[in-house]
C-alpha cells in the first residue's frame, strides 16, 4: 500500500478521498488554488501545496503543476477524484512517465472510451448491446436518410464527437430528417469541428441505469451493481439511487455482465462506470462508459457496505479486488440528493455567496457508519464548513445527502426528514426543491425516467405560499429577543429584562415583514407573561419555552411552536422544518433614518421620548445596528445605524422627551 498519496481535487471528493486515506493510514497531501487557501480539503489532508490562481485552469488543471506538487511532497500516488484531470489521458499518461501511480485506469482505456462512434464499435465488437442505429463512416444525405428509415422514427441524431446533449435533433417522420441532418451538422462543426453525425432509435421514456465496475491488474472484474440516475435537469443529475426501482435479478445480472464485458474490452483497471439508457420495459443499451469514480458513487457504498476509494488505493498499489462477484450483495436502499447553491426559481442559476448559518441533519461523514450490516441512516460528503464561500470559480455544489434504509420508502422518509433539517442561510439553495422532488407523486412512486422533472413542473414549482401565523410569531418573538437590550442584560436595567415589564404597560409594537412582495404586519403587545401577537385576523398569547441561539419553542395559546429564526441584516429566515421562509424585515424608520442621515447627523422622525440608548460614545458600530429607541404614541421605534460607522456624541439620554427634527447623536461613518 502507497504511504503517501496526492489528491489532485478540491470540494467534497477531496475531503472523501482524505477520509478514507486517514483511516488506511495513508498521508496525504492536498493541492490548493488561491481561492482554497482556507478550504476544509486543506485542512483535512497532512500536507498542502499552492498550485496557482483561482482558475481552475491555471491551478487544478494544471497537470505540470501538481506532478511538480507530488514529486517535491513524496506521494507515490496521484488521486484524480472526478472533474478537472480526472479522465484526461495525457495527464494519467504524465504521471506514470513521472514514476507516480495514477488512481484510476490506464491511459490507453480513457482513450478508448473517449470518442463516442469508436467506443461503440468496440462495444458492438464486444457484445455490449447498443441503441438500433447506425454508427459508420458512411454520411451521405440520402444513405443516412434511408438508414433512419430502416431504424424507424423517431429517431435521434447525435454528433458523433459530441456529449452531454449537445449536437442532438429528434426527428419524427422521414419528411423531416434532410433538414434536420443538416442543422445537426451545422451544430456539430461549430460545436465540435467535426461535422460526422450518427443515427440512433430515439427511445421516448427512457431511463439512465449505470453500473458501477472494478477491475484490478490482475485480469479480475465485478459489477457493483446499478444506480438509476434518471432524476435529471439540463443532463446535471439530480437524485440518485440503488439499486434500481422495478430491476429483476435476471436483468441486474444481464446489465452487470455487458458492463463488465465492456471494461474488458478496453483492459480496464480501477473504479468506472458503464451508463445505459433503458426502456421502460428494461431493455437497456450502452451509451458511454465514464472512466473514473462519479459523484453518485457513495449510494452505491451504502448498499453493498464497501468503500470504493479504499478500493481504488488497493487496486492502484498492485492488489486484487477485495472481494469476487458472488461475494457482493445489495442490502437494502440508498438515494443521494446533490444540494447545490442555486436557484430553482430562477432557472437553477448559480448562487455565490458565504454560508452564514448551516446547520445539518445528524450524519456520518465520508464514511458508511460503524454497522456495515446497517448502515448510517444519513452520510452527509460535503467540502465546506458554516463560514466558508461557495465561489464563482468552482462547482457551486454545497453537499451530497445520503441516507439509507431496508428498503426504498424507509430511504425516501429518511431524505424528507433529513432534507427538512438541512438548513443554509447565506445563499439560494436547491434544498426545498429537493423535498418536493422526492415527495412527488411520480419520484415516490418510482415512475422514473429523464424527463421527470419536465414533466412535472406544477407540482415541483408552485406558487410560493405566504407566511402562516406560527413563522411570523417566530419571527417576531426572535426580534423582539434579540434586541440588545434582552441580549446584553445588565443588573437593575429594566430593558434587560426578557419579560416584557415595562412601566407603563401595555406597550405595542409593530412589525413589518415582506414575504414574496406582499407586506405582512405583526403588533406585539407586552404581557406580563409574554406577548399578544396579532397578525391579520389572527392573534395568539405568546410566551418564550426555550431560547438557545437560534433555536426558539415559543407557546402559542397552549399549542407548542418550533423553529430556528436566524437574523441576518434585514433578512429573517424562519426554519419550521415543515418550510424555509424568508421574510424582508422593515424598520420604517431605519429607512427613514438613512433618509435624514446628512452629515452624520442623526435626526428624530417624530416627537417622542428616549427610552433606551443602546450604544456609548466612540462605540464602532455595524450599519443596521439599533443605536436607541424612542417611544411615540405607545410604540417603539428604534434609530438604527444608517450604515458602519464610530457613535461621536450622544446628545440625549434616557427618559429625555425630544422634537421632531432634533440631531439625537453624531455618528462619522
Ligand atoms: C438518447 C435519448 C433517447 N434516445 N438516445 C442525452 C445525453 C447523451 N449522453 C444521451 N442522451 C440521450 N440519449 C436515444 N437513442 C435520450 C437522452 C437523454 C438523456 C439520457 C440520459 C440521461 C438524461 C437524458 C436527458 C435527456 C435526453
Known amino acids: 500500500m502507497f504511504t503517501k498519496i496526492l489528491i489532485a481535487n478540491r ?29 476544509r480539503h486543506v485542512a483535512l489532508c497532512d500536507e498542502s501545496v499552492p498550485v496557482g490562481p483561482s482558475a481552475a485552469r491555471e491551478s487544478y488543471l494544471r497537470a505540470d503543476k501538481i506532478i511538480a506538487a507530488a514529486l517535491a ?21 504524465a504521471c506514470a512517465d513521472a514514476g507516480i501511480s ?182 437497456f443499451y450502452f451509451m458511454e462508459m465514464n472512466t473514473r469514480l462519479q459523484v453518485e458513487h457513495p449510494v452505491t457504498e451504502m448498499i453493498t457496505g464497501q468503500d470504493l476509494v479504499e478500493w481504488q488505493l488497493r487496486v492502484a498499489s498492485g492488489e ?28 437553477f442559476l448559480p448562487s455565490i455567496g458565504r454560508l452564514r448559518h448551516l446547520r445539518m441533519p445528524e450524519a456520518v461523514s465520508f464514511s458508511l457508519g460503524d454497522n456495515p450490516a446497517h448502515p448510517a441512516a444519513v452520510r452527509i460528503d460535503s467540502g465546506v464548513r458554516a463560514g466558508d464561500a461557495i465561489s464563482p470559480f468552482y ?24 432534507l427538512s433539517h438541512y438548513q443554509v442561510v447565506g445563499l439560494m439553495s436547491n434544498i426545498a426543491f429537493l423535498k418536493r422532488l422526492v415527495e412527488s407523486p411520480p419520484f415516490a412512486g418510482a415512475d422514473l425516467d429523464t424527463g421527470l422533472i419536465e414533466r412535472n413542473q406544477d407540482v415541483l414549482f408552485p406558487a410560493p405560499q405566504p407566511a402562516g401565523f406560527d413563522v411570523l410569531a417566530l419571527a417576531a418573538v426572535a426580534l423582539v429577543l434579540s434586541e440588545p437590550r434582552y441580549v446584553a442584560s445588565g443588573a437593575g436595567d429594566p430593558w434587560a429584562r426578557a419579560d416584557g415589564w415595562r412601566m407603563n404597560m401595555p406597550l405595542r409594537r409593530r412589525f413589518h415583514f415582506i414575504d414574496h412582495a406582499s407586506p405582512l404586519d405583526v403588533a406585539v403587545s407586552y404581557r406580563s407573561q409574554g406577548w399578544l401577537i396579532e397578525q391579520g385576523a389572527a392573534a395568539a398569547q405568546a410566551s418564550v419555552v426555550r431560547h438557545d ?41 431605519l429607512h427613514a433614518g438613512e433618509a435624514e442621515d446628512e452629515g452624520g447627523r442623526l435626526t428624530a ?3 417622542g421620548k ?17 443605536l436607541l429607541i424612542m417611544e411615540a404614541m405607545k410604540m417603539e421605534h428604534t434609530i438604527a445605524a444608517p450604515r458602519d460607522g464610530v457613535v461621536q456624541e450622544l446628545l440625549y439620554a434616557t427618559g429625555d422627551q425630544v422634537e421632531e427634527g432634533v440631531q439625537l447623536l453624531s455618528f462619522q461613518a
Not at 511532497?73 to 499518461?93: I, W
Not at 436502499?333 to 442555486?342: D, F, G, N, T, V
Not at 428616549?610 to 439599533?626: C, N, T, W, Y
Open 73 to 93: 511532497t513524496g506521494a507515490q500516488a496521484v488521486h484524480p477524484g472526478y472533474g478537472f484531470l480526472s479522465e484526461n489521458a495525457g495527464f494519467a499518461q
Open 320 to 347: 486484487a479486488l477485495p472481494l469476487r462477484q458472488d461475494q457482493l450483495r445489495i442490502n437494502g436502499h440508498a438515494l443521494e440528493a446533490r444540494i447545490y447553491a442555486e436557484n430553482p426559481d430562477n432557472n
Open 102 to 283: 495514477f488512481i484510476g485506469p490506464p491511459a490507453s482505456a480513457i482513450d478508448a472510451m473517449g470518442s463516442k462512434s469508436a467506443a461503440k464499435t468496440l462495444m458492438e465488437k464486444a457484445g455490449v448491446p447498443l441503441v438500433p442505429g447506425y454508427h459508420g463512416e458512411e454520411q451521405d444525405p440520402d444513405f443516412l436518410q434511408a438508414e433512419a428509415d430502416r431504424i424507424g422514427y423517431p429517431v435521434l441524431l447525435k454528433a458523433s464527437a459530441g456529449g452531454g446533449g449537445k449536437g442532438m435533433r429528434i426527428v419524427e417522420s422521414s419528411e423531416d430528417l434532410k433538414a434536420a441532418l443538416a442543422s445537426c451538422k451545422r451544430e456539430a462543426t461549430s460545436s465540435f469541428g467535426d461535422d460526422k453525425v450518427l443515427i440512433e432509435k430515439y427511445l421516448t421514456r427512457p431511463r439512465h441505469i449505470e453500473i458501477q465496475v472494478f477491475a484490478d491488474s490482475q485480469g479480475n472484474c465485478v459489477y457493483l451493481f446499478e444506480r438509476d440516475c434518471s432524476v435529471q435537469r439540463r443532463h446535471q443529475k439530480v437524485l440518485e439511487e440503488a439499486p434500481a426501482p422495478g430491476m429483476t435479478e435476471e436483468r441486474r445480472r444481464a446489465m452487470g455482465e455487458a458492463a463488465v464485458a465492456a471494461a474488458r474490452a478496453v483492459g480496464y483497471v480501477g473504479a468506472g462506470t458503464v451508463e445505459f439508457i433503458a426502456n421502460q420495459d428494461g431493455s
Open 549 to 589: 441561539g437560534s433555536d426558539y419553542a415559543i407557546r402559542l395559546d397552549g399549542r407548542l411552536v418550533r423553529g430556528t429564526v436566524v437574523i441576518d441584516g434585514e433578512d429573517v429566515h424562519v426554519f419550521t422544518g415543515e418550510r424555509h421562509a424568508l421574510l424582508r424585515y422593515i424598520d420604517p424608520l
Open 605 to 607: 422622525p417624530m416627537p
Open 610 to 626: 428616549i427610552v433606551a440608548i443602546l450604544v456609548s460614545k466612540d462605540e464602532a458600530v455595524l450599519k443596521g445596528a439599533p
Open 395 to 418: 462547482d457551486p455544489m454545497i453537499a451530497k445527502l445520503i441516507v439509507w434504509g431496508c428498503d426504498r420508502e424507509e430511504a425516501l422518509a429518511q431524505m424528507a426528514s433529513a
Open 11 to 39: 470540494g467534497e471528493i477531496a475531503c472523501r478521498v482524505a477520509a478514507t486515506a486517514r483511516r488506511m493510514g495513508v498521508k496525504t497531501v492536498a493541492v490548493y488554488s488561491e481561492a482554497d487557501v482556507d478550504a
